[in-house]
């Protein structure tokens, strides 16, 4: 009993002294969902910083007196966006939705969302 046992023990030593070799195929399918996923996300979001940039870069062209009437035509359209599109919700019952409803958001809100605060943070 004790010879299997110490020869057992014997192996795990010899396995753990060994390097650790990357192998492929120890990757579970949970883990190259969540690799598409981050890489979905990442690719959203860097386009959504994208046009942020483009919509901040062409609206800084105006200046002096004309800044206030582009601040007022993109509060419109963002005005316009919600009520055609969709309130987006404020941001605490967003957030309520995130921690009380296991983390589901309606997908329909997320245009008037995007939409609207492209528009307020380029202009604001």
Not at 18 to 37: E, G, K, T
Not at 58 to 71: Q, S
Request: net charge positive.
């Amino acid at each position: 009993m004790k010879l299997k046992r110490r020869r057992k023990l014997i192996s795990y030593s010899n396995i753990l002294d060994q390097p650790i070799r990357f192998n492929p195929f120890v990757f579970s399918r949970m883990f190259i969902l969540w690799a598409i996923l981050g890489l979905v996300g990442g690719v959203i979001a860097g386009i959504y910083w994208i046009a942020l940039e483009f919509l901040t870069h062409e609206l800084a062209a105006f200046t002096g007196w004309l800044v206030i009437p582009v601040m007022a035509i993109c509060g419109l359209l963002a005005g316009l966006v919600i009520h055609f599109i969709g309130d987006p919700g404020e941001i605490h019952l967003i957030v309520n939705n995130i921690r009380f409803n296991k983390g589901k958001l309606d997908p329909k809100n997320n245009p008037s969302m995007i939409l609207s605060s492209l528009l307020c943070i380029a202009s604001g």
